[in-house]
Each structure stands twice: as structure tokens, then as C-alpha cells.
């Protein structure tokens, strides 16, 4: 059934219309973009039948499929198969992955064609995208269904598109040239790795550009104004709810730009997703069905392990703080020097086990939730250990500013007491001195935590890897060198004309996969230390700016050469990470307060304990207000890509109305034969009570008989009253 | 230009498809509906000359529409003008509104027809609200532009359609018989008084529905539980919000089902709405464009009206109520007796006043705020109002809680010494003994307001305007049959047939128009009673649900029998009422919590002050993920009327598709000249990389290799190592 170009003529003038191209500058190429996948196949730890039935396999699944495959071998025991589709292939699934959007009601606009039609993708990761349901999705829906590391497929290691080098290096020029990335930068990068990666950079874009005013009102504030100053914090918590309402509308903007609203109900299942029935429901569409009743008392698991993960890492957290304060403050007996550093070492050993450990059964809760998407598994895996990631970084900053600084010189002393009735030998060597109270030290706890935090998550993201993966390249190169060690590279010579080009994608094969997520948390996290803390130190925003021109560019870099390049999944904003973005600027607005009420003017405890809560109560109040004001304001002005949509939805409607004009006033023309017609109508419509004014000028007439007859009545009972 | 009947046959399939008619009992009904309206014309403010000019020119333009007049006398001086339009315009008219329905996105499927075609109405409800356009909508629209009371219209009373007296009776039969509302009721409510009043009874039966729950923990509370139960506050406040969640979903479900979703947008200006200046947009739609920020900026004048206002009443109430208990608890100089009813005196006469004038000013600022659609006007004007009775009921039960029961012992004797020291003539009558503090006062206030405010709320509303309205026509015939006062009547003798038909209309005639808005306002209101107070007196919901069985029935009752027949107006939901909703229960939480804690076990404060505000941020924050956690199961579950429209859309889409199969794999289909074609378009593609395995079997082979390869050389090196 060979694939083949023409279009049957069609005739509604709706389905006339093909729909309009996003706007995007590759929209008028014509040509066919880097349509190739690498399938990585390890058969390290198989023996010689199973990797050979595999294998065969999995090149019949996908040669079924109708894609080319081309086989070469990869570093150690793997091989790469480089997959291609046909041209025509490759055009109609792009034409029918356009179809299912519009049948999903995602786009409004049918595709003009029919099964055969091909069509053009309008940008690269059109074409990857189809590309990628042809290697992944199930046999049934028209894919190879291959699934990297699941059942069958285990020893599947990765299916990637390869970067498109140039691509990635030219925009990647163009990013670091420019002071804010533009629409058609995130364009670009939409076209290059699809919409949920570029979503990521829109939000980091969008929550730079607003940084600006808190960086100069912060440097204003730090310049001139008193320490934990009133005006500054105020200025902040409002600057982040109006920043947060503002870009609930611009994604709404993008996402149509973009049409991918609604985009997650075109989503198909994720392999792991377990269903009690199949249901084929009247409109022929096969649903998994599986009782929502279940799922959501599944995810309503979430919140006792939430309550528990932070109850016990708030008493570790807690308690290494109490140890280092103890021993830095008042220690001062043998091994003084030594003992300094084992809050940090038992920090640095027991957290990473801790929250492994807890990462641990958040993945087998998020399993266990069996979400259908993988877009919806993925997301509220993150938001848990994000929520883990958040008590971790911003405890100790709440134990400081609310338990060290106000109560330290009680608690310290009883702790002490205790210590030494307990453990006389260590006790002895405590120091009796009173606690040297500081509201400084709160501000040089946050002024640590953001920029060490800041720079050392640079390294670990950008810096790290690279070395690591250089590290690993070389000790490649030294074993293919030295001790012949890597197989199967060792055995084969490549072709002069590829060598360069398998060097790269063997290279790719090695590096790790790209999840988003990671990094819209690492934002959100960053946010939330500004929302929270801010008014301790107020070039936060500034350093935080900085940071970001540099962390946006460096992602992208991070994205071309640390990570396989990423299927260009489709998503339609950033998600939940709204909720937690208006979460941390809500609890913001109690933590501000709360430093400002106790910190502000002169030092420690200005405000006191007792009036606090009220200064909560009010600040909270006030920023809900606001929130409520700001949503309105920007809900009024709303999306103009939305109102564009509407418009030509209305015009698309129009133009097939176009014989349909506006209703003449017929009375004006209305014929004598018409009017008879109508008369004979009202006759037979057998009520006597609407004949009864039929003729011309009837009802006019009983109406000025009406009126005259009121007024000489009134005439003559007036001159009667005269009279009288 | 006759309008006919045949309607061209339609190609396209989606075309083809009619619109289902919403659910409804008289769907297959082909009948001609009650389709007249009535005109009010009232010439006794003005002079001879005027009068006739103003009837010839109404009557031309109601003519000039194309409709029938039939003219007959009314009561006093006004003349009623019986407009019907001919069944061929009407069907028309009915048409077109449905075009525009879909051609503003509010349905998803194009009628089929072109300008002639003429539709039997699906429901009486659209035939009506068909001939309100006719009537109503400007000339530019294909209306007669009658607009009452406006400008050139000022001496025209009302228009209005007439009740269909069997219906009503016979629903009303059905009504009083039902222990709860059915959908088929709520829809047969629509068919008959349009979405935007059937929405009040709907929400008005929901809320009943739920109230079972409350009703039945308050009684049990009530017989077995100590006064001030925390379990029954908690399981209050809870129910609150699993309610307004509830709502939320069943909103949208019902707006779905009655093809009403987003029907806003299709609202047109409202005559005083001012523009400045007139658009055509490049679709060919009028815009009347007046600034988004103008229109924001004068509603953000609400703000500071509430807060004033708030602050005003306040301080009267305040005053009011520190006279009231200084008199009736510790005054007993001359004239005690007659004191006693001084508070109660200036309640009555200072309250309306300031009421009033406090409604004549949002009456202005709403204007003001210059509303494009008459729903939106008149929306904002309830919603105003509404927070003006809200404190008139809610503050005194507040004074008593927070004020006057804890803080009473300290007030009073401070007030009595300065009265004392200021006035020593009424000062010495006042008592020395100390007050007698009482938790039971806020629980005798809290009955006295519930119970006698629906008590006096019902009679307000049905039985005195009923008393009211047979009064003034008693005294009308009165004084035509004595006097010959009533003029017109008196002089023009009734044609036998219509006569009784003439006597209904006239009393129509003189009828209050009917908002539903101060019905759902009242509703809201009560919710506001049960979320803030119940833990006073838990048979409150009992007593509420009570009452709203009467009060749905005697509204309906209301609406036919009180009231002009409202114009079927659509809405698609309550509006903003859920906001109004969402505060209170949110207050809700907070005085709930406030009352339990000050008042519960044994009396009066027996939480203390201090932790006061602890208690209320708990309860808050608890509330509040509550009502999250209720809003994603709700969300989750979702609206049943909205996945069949979506479902709807996907089969019509597919419908169209239909020649579209699922691709057939191609892989196992491919001939042997296909595979050729194939592989001359990759050599061609002059990549050497995709040729070379282009053969059969040559991937296979590649791979194959590669995995013998690997083993051999592990073998061998196994071998190695052993040696070694």
C-alpha cells in the first residue's frame, strides 16, 4: 500500500483552510529536518542466545514499522542502531499527529488530507516528535514500540534524536550576544527541543526580566535604607505575587502560540501504567480504564509520606544544627579544631543518605500512584522530592531566624545543663558564657545558604558532569589505547567518512538523560528562597539576576553537549509548579513579616512575641488581597494570543456563513401580498385577540384614541376640581 | 423578501449534523410557544403632543421589525401594546441566535441552514428570548431598540413577555409535591424563566441537598453534645467547603448541558454603556472599545466604597449596640419603660437611611464603573449591596462574640463612669452592679437574628408585596367602580372574549420587575449565617433546610405570581456569588474557630486570649488545604456534561475523518518495487551513512557480527585472565 501524494479536492470551505503554522522563523522551509533516532543496545549482561533473539527483535519491530536501520558499533558491548523513516513516512505521521491534535480538540482547524496525505513539518521538532512515536509508541497505535529498559526491552538503554549541532551552536551564539532572550528566541528553541523544554527557558525568561525591579530597589535598599527594612519587604512580597499572576496569563499566551493547549489529553499511556479493563467507547476510542476513586486515594498517600519525610528531616536538620551551634559557641575542650567540622561532616553524610533513602519510597509512591502519562509521573515525582529539596535548603534559615537568634540564650543554657549532668567529661569543657545574641547572624546564614547554594548547584549542574564525562572520554581513550579494553570500537575500524560522525553519537550514547523538571525546580527553588528570606538580605534579586542571564545560557549549553538531546515532548506550561510557586509566595508573606516584625530597627526582637501573630495575620491577609486584586487585573487584560484564537475561530466560522447577512428590516419592504399572507395567517391562527387590529394604521389609531380620551377626561375633571 | 422555508442541502458531514437539542421534556415538541410580549406605555407625565408623538414613533418601530401590535387600554393612563411576531421571523430569529451561539464558540456545531431558514424553538425559553431581541436589541441589529425607561423610551414602563399561567401551575403542583428538585425539574425551570434564574433554583436545590448532612450532625450535637461542640464545628466548616467544590463541578456541568458555556460573550452592550470610539475589526465584528485599564481603575473606586462604608456602618451599629445593652442592662432612671425601645428606634429609622444612602452610592459607582453587558451591571450592583447587608446582619453577632461577651465586664463600667462624668443627670441612674457575663447571649443573639431574619425575610418577600399588591388593587377597583378614577379602563369597555385575558395582563402590567440576584443573595447570605455562627446554635442547618423547601417553591410561586415574567436571560453559572461564597467560608473558619475556642466547655473564654490567634491560624491553614485537597478531587472526578461535549466534539471531528484508518504497518506490506523505490530515494539522498545497509538482512548480519565479535573476544579474555 504505497504511500502517495495527491489530496482529494475538498469542498466545506472550513476544511478549505489548512490551519495556520505557529509563528516560528523556520515556518517557511520547505526541507527535511534531522529526522534520525539512535537506539542503544547494551548486551553487556546477557549471554550470547538472548542477545541475539533480542537483537533480532528489535530490528524486526523496527524495520515493521517501515523505518531503515542502520547498524554500527557503539563503546564497550553496545550497538547503535540508527534509525531513519522514509520521507513519505515520516510526512504522514506528521500530518496525523496534526489530525489527532485537532480530533483532541487541541487545534480547531482540520488538516486538510486523508490517509496518504503528506505534509512538511513546519518546524524540526515536528519531525522528531513523529520520529519518536515511530520508535516508541505501541504497535497497535503504528510505532516499533520500543521501550528503553522496560520488559522486553531492558537491555534498551536509550532511543535519543541526535543534536543538530550547528543548530545548537548558532542559537547558542545568539543567546549570549542578547541581554533578554525574545519571543523568537524561545521560538527557536520550541522548534529545537519542543515546547516543555521551552516552556522551562520562557518561565526562567519571564522571572529574569521581572528580577530587574527587585535587584535595583534591593541595591537602593542595601545602599540607604536600615537593615531588614519594612518598605523593601513589602515592595518584594507584592513584586512576587503580581510576577506570579502575570505569568499564569503568559503561559496561557505561549501555550496557544505554540498550540499545544490541552495538549496532555492527546497523550498515550505510559508502558508502566496498569489498567483494571479496556474499554471501546462509543465513539470507537479505546480507553484504559482504571477507577479514579483509586488513583486519587492512590496520591492522597502523598500526604502522610510528606508529613513524615518532614518530620524526620526536620529533626535531623534540627538537630546538627543544635550540635554545631553548641560546638562552635561554647565548645572550647580537646580537639577543638576537629570537632568544628562534624556538624558538617554528619550533614554532609546523613542528608544525602536520608533524602536517598526518602527519594527511595518517593519513587515507589509515585509508582505505586500508577499515573497513565509520563508526563504525569514524571512531575509528581519531582514536586515530592522538591518538596524534600525545600525543607532541606530553607530549615535551617527558619531555624536560625525563629528558634536560634529569639530563644538561643534559653535553649542553649538548658541544653548545656543537661549535657553536662549527663556527660560531666564532655559537659566540662563547655563555656559558661552567655549567648552572644546577633539578628546579623541570620543575615550572614542567608547570605551563605543563597550564594554558596547558587554557585555550588552551577557546579554540580554544569561544571561537575563535564569533568566527569571528560574524565570518563579520556579513561576510554587510555583503555582503547593501552589495553585494547573497550571491545567492540577496538575490533571494528570505522569508514573514513564516519568516523567523525560515530565518534559523536557514540559520544551521545554515553551521556545522561535530560528531565526538565530538575531544572524549573532549581528555579522555583531560588524563588522561594527570595519570597522567604529576601528581607534578611536585600541583594538577593541582584545575585539571583546575575545568576540567571548566566544559568539560562549555560542550560542551554548544558542541553547540546552534557545530555542526549531530549524527544521534543509537547506540554502546555510548567504545570503544577504554579501551586508551589503561589505556595512559597504565601508562606513568603508570613516569613518576611515575621523576620521584619522581629529583626527590623534596632536589632533583635523589636517587635516581640506577642504582637507577632497579629503582624502575620495582617500581612497574610493583605497579600491575599492582593493576590485576588492582581489575578483580576490580569485575568481583565488576559491572554492576546487567546483573544487571537477566539477571533479567528469566530472569522473560521464567518467565512462558511458568508451568504448569511445581517436580517434586513422587513416591515420597510414588506409587499401588500405579504402582508396579506401574514393577515390570513394571524385569521387562521384562530385567536380573534390578534385580529382585531389587523389594517394598516388600526393600532395607531387605537392608540391616539387612547390618549385623547385621558385627556379631555383629565381636562374636564380638572375644570370640574376648578369648579368645585 | 420573503422569508421561506427550504433550507439547501448541506455537504460537509460535520455540516450535516444538527446541533443536539439540550435535554429537555419538550424537545420533541413542535409547537409555537407563548411568544408575545407586552409593551407598557405610561403617558401621565407628559403633555398630548409628546404622547403621540412617542406611541406613533414606538409603534413604527415595532412595525418596522415586522412585528404585530395589537393595542389595548391599560390601567391609570398607560396604554399596553400586545407585540407578536410572525412564526416565519420568530422561527428565523430563533435560527440566527443559535448561529451565533457557534459562531461565539458557545456551541461547538453549526446549525445547518442559510438566511431564510426558520427553526421551531426546542424550548419556550428560546422563542421568548427571541422575541426579547425583536423587541429589545437595538435597530442596527434587527431589533425594534425599545429599551425602558432609556432616553427616548423614558415613558415606557416595562416590556415584558406574559406568564403561561397553565405551565407554572402545574410545575408548581410538580414542585410542592417533590421532597428535592430533579434535573427534569431544573430543566423544565430553564425551558420556562431561562438559565440564569433555573442556575438559582439549581444551586438553591444543591445547597438544600447537602444541608441534609449538617441538619442531622446539628441535631444530634444538639441533644447529645456539650454547647459550642468542636466535632460539630469542624464537621461544619468541612462540609462548607466539600459543598462550594461540589458546586463548582456541577456549575459547569449544568452550563454544558445547557449549551450556555461562555454565552457571556455573546451579550450585547447595554444601552448606557459608553464607548470611545467604534471598531470594526478585521473579521467584520463592532467593537465598542473603551479602555481595559479605564474600566479596571474605576471598579478598583469599590475598594475604598467598602472600606468606608464598612467603617461607617460599623461605627453606627457599634454605637447603636452600646446604647441598646447600656439601657436594657444598667440603666434604671425615668422612663426605663420606654428607653428600652430607643436602640431598636434608631436601628430602625437610622439604618434604612444610611442603608439607602449607601445604595444610591454604589447605585452611581456602578454605573460608573460603566459595565459593557447588563448582567455585568447588574451583578456588581447586587454584589455591592450584598456586602452592605452583610454587615447589618453579620456585626452585630460579632460584637456580642468578640466584644461584648469577653470584654463587656471592662467597656461598660468605662463607658458608665464617663456618662457619669459628662451627663451626671443620667449618669446617677445608672447601676452600680457588676455585669452579668454570659456565654448564652451570643447563643440567644445568634437564634434571634436566623430565626426571625428567614422569618421576617419570608415575609418580606412573599407576603407583603402579595398584601401590598391586592391592596393597591382593591383600592383601584374601588375607585373605578366609585369614583371612575382608573380613566382609560373606565372608559373603553373590554370585548367580551378578552376580558379576563386583558384583566391578567393589566395586573402583570403593574407588577415588580424580578431580579434573581437578591434571591441568590439571600441564599448566600444564609450560607454566610451557617458558615460563621452555627457552632453557636447547631439547628441552625436544620432550620435552614426547613425553610428552603418553603423558599424554593414560594420563589417559584414569587416568579409567577409577584412578578412580570422575566426575560429568559442566559447565564452560564452564579457568577461571581463563588467568590462571595469562598470568603465566607474562609471567615467561616475563622469565627468558628474563634467561638469553639472562646466559648466551648465550660463558658465564657475558656481558650483565653492569648492563644486566640494560634487557634484561628491553624484552623485557617487547615481549612485551606482542605478546600485544596476538595478542589482536586472534584477537579479530578470533573463534569460528566463536559467530557460527553468533548466526547461529542471528537466523534463529529472523527465523523468527518471517517475515510482516516489507523496506519497499517506498513513493513509486512511492502512489495518488492516499494523497497526499491525506498532504497533509490536513500542512495539519492547522497548520505553514504544510509546506504550501506540497505540490503535484506544486511542490519541483521551487522549486528550479528558485532555481538559474536563481543563474546569471542570475552572468551578469549576470560581465557587470558585465567592463564594469567
Redesign the interface.
Known sequence: ???HLEVPPV??P??RRSPSPPPSPSRAAHVTYNDKYVVV?D?SDTD?ET??NE??AL?KNL????L??????GYE?T?L??V?A??A?LG??VY?LR?RD????VTQT?PPG??YTIVPAWYEAEDILSMDHLVNWP?S??GAGITPGIGQWKNVKAIYPMHNDKVNQALLRGLSKKLLLGIEDLDKIRDLFGSKVSFYFAFGQSYSAFLIFPAITGLFTWLWLPKYSIVYTILTVVWCTVFLEYWKVREVDLSVRWQVRGVN?TKTNRPEYKYEKVIV?????TIHYSP?WK??SRQ?LQ?PFMAIATVALGILISAVFAVEILISDSYDGPNNFYLDYLPTVLLAVLIPYISSYLETVAKWLTNYENHRTADNHEMSLTQKIFVLSIITNYLPILLTAFVYVPFGDQIFPWLEGHIVRFAPSIGHHLTEIPFRLDSDRLRHEVITLTVTGQLSSFFEENILPLIKHKMSGWYREYRRAYTKDT??IS??TD?Q??AE?LEKRRNEATLEHYNVQDDIAELVLQFGYLALFSSAWPLIPLGFLINNWVELRSDFAKISIEHQRPAPVRADGIGPWIVSLEILVWLGSITSASIVHLFSTDGVLSGGW?TL??T??ISEHILLALTA?AR??FQ??GSKELRRE??E???R??S??E????????????GPR?RE??KS??IAGNE???T???EDGA??A???K??????K??ESNGELKKKQ
Chains 1, 2 share one sequence.
Do not use: C
Open positions: 500500500m504505497p504511500l469542498k466545506d472550513e476544511l543496545y548486551f550470547y542477545a541475539t537483537f533480532t530490528l524495520e515493521a514499522t517501515g531503515h536501520v542502520e547498524v554500527r558499533p558491548q550497538i542502531l540508527f531513519k522514509p520521507s513516512l504522514n505521521r496525523k489530525v485537532w480530533l483532541y480538540g482540520r486523508n490517509k504497535q497505535m503504528g489529553k467507547d462509543k465513539y470507537g476510542r479514579k488513583q486519587i492522597l500526604v571491545i567492540l575490533m571494528v569508514d567518512d564516519e560522525f506577642s501573630p497579629l502575620i495575620f486584586v483580576v487585573i481583565r487584560f477566539r477571533s475561530q469566530y472569522a466560522r464567518l462558511i456563513l451568504e448569511i447577512e445581517e436580517h434586513k428590516r422587513d416591515g420597510e419592504h414588506i405579504e399572507r401574514r395567517l394571524l380573534s385577540f390578534w382585531k387590529q389587523l393600532s395607531a387605537a392608540g391616539m387612547l390618549i385623547t380620551l385621558a385627556r377626561w383629565e
